[in-house]
């Protein structure tokens, strides 16, 4: 589906249009990207971004059994997303009609944030320009606002050409181009001994040659390098660079590096937005499930042990309440917002924090311990659980822009804390030089 959100961008900035949002349909040559504006006189600028794309053979029945239905599913809330972002977007223009609040609200439409890094491409294409501040929010199965950073994340693929030779004829004749692979593959090995422990450096043969009786004329190494910040990432891969062009001065063979569009940087959250958002979601004071949610959740989880959540909502959350983890739903509120955590997991929203003062929450719209991109948190998406977190979500956005729009002094702030984090290491986007978004890798 990356890329392939034609019916629910359409439905989003058909609705916000209605509504009185002037839409930009298509930017950052995206087709299913697009920006609404509603602008009431000259102002702050405050948004939100919302993603709507699913994830291919994930669809499933509404069910408390695995019901595959072979169409695809949003495995990770994604519906949900878009859609709380919208309402809130609209009861923000309500607000500023009613109150002669002076200033803009944006809702970026975002799509294949599943492997497709759309917004690191808007952001290289401006689109986020003349923004004061971004909040935004993800499904999940806890209520939290979080200024953990996802990691940075290179794609790199080394692809060797050699000389093709009869392995058992004439071997002395080739020049093995996976024996280039595989030693880059161990030099890379030992790097990791040299580089912070934190650092990720992942790979796969992704083409090893045909037959073992051929000396491969051909072949790559695949890498994902993950970092906790860009600046180590980019150094660890300038070694890795070096590497890969030693090993082909060794097999004599050519070399050439393929950065993909995989790439995104570290995330920096906003603390003056994200303790603003905390408030403000202290003061709904959380999700209220009923005796059917519960019920239901307890029949989706009947195979996640309590030491399960407890490790989930640790490490994902920084929550150890056994009152959380033990329960089969989070309604409270979370107060840790895991400053300075570094997330193992990457996304393409990471690029918009160093652009924009951004801040970032969850909600529950799944079962405690239940993961992302699993049958359950399809069928969460499209039942009253996920219905309910992403109203509280919507409520806790609306809340949040009106008061940014409200507050020079906040914005103020935030601006200058990213521009504090800026001076160390300066913004430059990770993508390579000429990159397109790839059009073709969903799927109707």
Known sequence: MQFKEYKSS???????????????????????????????????????????????NMGHEIADEKKPNGKSGHGCGHNLMGTACVAACLAVKEYMLKNDVKGSVKFFGCPAEEGGNAKVFMVRDHVFDGVDANIHWHPANANVVSQASASAITSVRYHFYGKAAHAGVCPHLGRSALDACILTDVAANYLREHVPPEIRIQSVISKGGDVPNIVPAEAEIWYYIRAPKRQQL??????????????????????????????????MPNATLSKMVLKNMNKLGGIHFDKEDWEFAAKLNKDVTVSEKRQSMLQMYHLSDPEIYSKDLCEIVGQDMMQGVVAPYSGDGSDVTWNVPSAQFNTCCQPVGTGNHSWQQVVCSGSEIGFKGMLFAGKVLA??????????????????????????????????????PDLEMGMD
């Open 234 to 267: 980019d150094e660890v891969f300038n070694r890795m660079n070096k590497i890969a062009e030693g090993m082909a001065l060794a097999t004599e063979t050519r070399l050439e590096i393929i950065v993909g569009n995989g790439a995104t940087s570290n995330g």
């Open 10 to 56: 359409k439905l989003l900035a058909d609705l916000l249009e209605k509504e009185g949002f002037e839409i930009e349909m298509g930017v950052a040559n995206i087709p299913t990207a697009f920006v609404a504006t509603f602008k009431n006189g000259e102002g702050p600028v405050v948004a939100t971004m919302g993603e709507y794309d699913a994830l291919m």
């Open 399 to 436: 809340m949040s822009l009106c008061e940014a729009l409200n507050d020079t002094e906040l914005l103020k702030k935030a601006k200058e804390e990213l521009d504090e984090q800026l001076r160390e290491y300066p913004y430059v986007c990770p993508l390579p030089e000429g990159a397109v």
